[in-house]
């Protein structure tokens, strides 16, 4: 079954540095999103992406970060200064609309700012 | 915007009882509602979802109904088992090309053997 893959699983990162989490969609979705989970809580949108542009952001999508597609099968999501409350599981996923409209989670990176 | 709300936050039952999971979402141009399992650590798996133009839904064990009048959907779990432990999320979204899921605060659930 088709996956999408995340890199890496575990990042831990200095307050205020970058961080870029990585992420291969399924090869012939055509939708792409960031979702993070703080944890115990529930997973929240952060943005997604189609044609190479943001299609949607949320409240939390802010000028920290940014999204991008580099090449043909990686997707980037950029945290330019992290902050103690960027601590969070991310997770990337993937869909298609023509696959019985079938979300498909990575299996996310935990990212730990100290 | 679209705002799902969850029920209970923990659910404890006895191993072969049944569990219920209760959602609530507010906007009526939502369409597609999906439940998600998440194990400690992992990722959210889908594991049943369910379009407004069915009522309800079922796959072995497990079942979800849609109540588009009233806006609420729920998963109905049969026979658990210890391994159907997690905590479960509910999600709302406009079937449109590239729409995000809003998620429910998620349920954890514990099957006592």
């Known amino acids: 079954e088709p996956e999408v893959t995340q890199t890496p699983s575990h990042q831990v990162t200095q307050m205020g540095q970058e961080v870029i989490l990585r992420c291969v969609p399924i090869s012939n979705h055509l939708y792409f999103y960031w979702y993070r989970q703080i944890l115990g809580q529930k997973v929240e949108f952060l943005v997604s992406?189609?044609?190479?542009?943001?299609?949607?952001k949320s409240e939390i999508f802010d000028d920290q970060f940014s999204v991008e597609r580099p090449d043909g099968s990686n997707f980037t999501l950029k945290i330019r200064s992290t902050k103690l409350e960027d601590s969070a599981m991310y997770f990337c996923a993937s869909s298609d609309f023509l696959d019985n409209y079938g979300y498909t989670f990575g299996s996310g990176t935990r990212l730990t700012v100290v | 915007g679209e705002n799902v709300e969850q029920h209970p936050s923990t659910l404890s039952v006895q191993e072969g009882d049944s569990a219920v999971i209760k959602c609530t979402y507010s906007d009526s141009a939502s369409n597609y509602f999906p439940w998600y399992k998440q194990e400690l650590g992992k990722r959210p798996q889908l594991i049943i979802d369910?379009?407004?133009?069915?009522g309800e839904k079922k796959d072995q064990r497990i079942a979800v109904t849609l109540n588009k009048t009233a806006k609420h959907f729920s998963l109905h779990i049969t026979e658990t088992q210890p391994e159907d432990s997690a905590v479960y999320f509910c999600a709302a979204s406009r079937l449109e090309y590239g729409n995000k899921l809003v998620f429910g605060a998620g349920t954890i659930l514990r099957v006592k053997s």
């Open positions: 369910i379009r407004s133009n069915v």
């Open positions: 992406f189609y044609n190479n542009e943001i299609s949607e």
